[in-house]
């Protein structure tokens, strides 16, 4: 899966590109319900951090299917005008059903960190778990801010360190009763999702790219998993990260992990389906003015 680069052992972006825009964006597609419900709570929190006025002309990085795109397009208004960009095409397809009745939001398949954004042009850039999986986080960073006005906002969400994460963890250690640990391929295009778990890395990162007033506050959402046990866990056995957990182990060792994950979340049912919590930075920068 993707290109990976002799020297480092890190996909390039070409090859993070070719997982989104393939396999991992058309799961996506077929569980668009289940990760707009897991990642609501976030939501929430991005929009308001994001405070969109009526009439701004608002960027979206990594808008996958638009869940958030379609709330952007509602805030901004008639007057206002959202953009998402992203490389999945079988996402992107999705968002441009989406948003068919709303003519102030429109997608773009383009690359973030390649793509032409434009100059100066955006009152505000947001992305809800979008600007993790950049080869070179530098490059992009600063394409996403030469796309910003001068004084124009930064908002954005991203993942803090897997260790964590209840929503990983509490499976894990589970499965971790009946399987070793395995040994984690560095490639795996996954852990991506926590590349800027250090806020440290992320302050660095957004003050070379010319941003200032970076705010990186922790945010915790209880994130909605499955409509039971069963359900999570079958979604669960589909995921990669699933499957790689249990690569190494024969059948019935695997099942006696999966019955093992399934008692632990059980714990975790509520009348509304299983939830666990993610942890987040909830992260808001804005350019200097001109
Ligand atoms: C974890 S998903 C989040 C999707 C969406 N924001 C949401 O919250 O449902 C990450 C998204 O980033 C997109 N992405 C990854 N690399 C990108 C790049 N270089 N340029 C634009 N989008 C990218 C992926 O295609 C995917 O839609």
Known sequence: MGNVSSDSAELDNAGMVQVWDGQVGRDWVAEQDRYARMNAGFTEMLLAAAAVQPGERVLEVGCGFGAVAYRLGELAGPAGEVVGVDV?????????????????????????????????????????????????????????????????????????????????????????????VPEMDQDFWGLKAFSLADPQAIEDLLGHAGLADIRIEPATSPEYLGSDVADTVEFMRRTEFGQLLFADVDNQTAERGWDAVATALTDHQTSDGVYLDGAAWLVTARREPA
């Open 88 to 180: 999945s095409g079988p996402m992107l397809e999705v968002a441009a059903e989406r948003a068919a009745d709303l003519a102030q939001v429109s997608f773009r398949h383009d690359d973030a960190q390649e793509g032409d954004l434009g100059e100066a042009s955006y009152a505000l850039a947001v992305s809800q778990f979008g600007v993790m999986f950049f080869a070179d986080p530098a490059k992009a960073i600063g394409n996403i801010v030469s796309a910003l006005r001068p004084g124009g906002r930064l908002a954005f969400t991203c993942w803090q360190d897997m260790s964590l994460q209840p929503r990983i963890v509490v499976p894990a250690a589970a499965a971790l009763t009946h399987i070793p």
